[in-house]
C-alpha cells in the first residue's frame, strides 16, 4: 500500500521561504513520477512541480516557476519542494502525488495513482 507523508508546511509572511517534504512508502520510489499539486480556497487543485524518476526532467507552471524548485531524493524515498518568495496568493494546501508512468509529468491531477493527505500553507500579507 502506497503511503505518502507531507511535512513542513505552516505560516509563513510574504517573501518567506518553506521547505516541503513528502516520504513515500510502499511503492519502488526510484521508478515513479512525482508531483506537488495545490489547492486553493474556492479553487480547484493545480499543479505546481512535477519530477521526473532520475530527476532529469521537471516541470513548474509559470506562476511559481521562478520561485518554486521539486527535487527528489531517490535513497531516502523523498521528494521536496523549495518555496521561495511565497506571496499570499500561494495560500493552500499543498498534496505530494505519485504515479509509476510518466504521464504525471504533465500535471494533471487525474494521472496520479497516489496521494498524500494534504498539508496548509499560509502565506500572511
Known amino acids: 500500500q502506497v503511503q505518502l507523508v507531507e511535512s513542513g508546511g505552516g505560516f509563513v509572511p510574504t517573501g518567506g521561504s518553506l521547505r516541503l517534504s513528502c516520504e513515500a512508502s510502499g511503492l519502488t520510489f526510484g521508478t515513479y513520477t512525482m508531483a506537488w499539486f495545490r489547492r486553493a480556497p474556492g479553487k480547484s487543485r493545480e499543479y505546481v512541480a512535477t519530477?521526473?524518476?532520475?530527476?532529469?526532467?521537471?516541470f513548474t507552471p509559470r506562476s511559481v516557476r521562478d520561485r518554486f524548485t521539486i527535487s527528489r531524493d531517490n535513497a531516502k524515498n523523498t521528494v521536496y519542494l523549495q518555496m521561495n518568495n511565497l506571496k499570499p496568493e500561494d495560500t493552500a494546501v499543498y498534496y505530494c502525488?505519485?504515479?509509476?508512468?510518466?504521464?504525471?509529468?504533465?500535471?494533471?491531477?487525474?494521472?496520479?495513482?497516489?496521494w498524500g493527505q494534504g498539508m496548509q500553507v499560509v502565506v500572511s500579507s
Open positions: 502525488a505519485a504515479d509509476p508512468t510518466t504521464s504525471l509529468l504533465a500535471g494533471i491531477p487525474t494521472d496520479a495513482t497516489s
Open positions: 519530477i521526473s524518476w532520475d530527476s532529469h526532467n521537471t
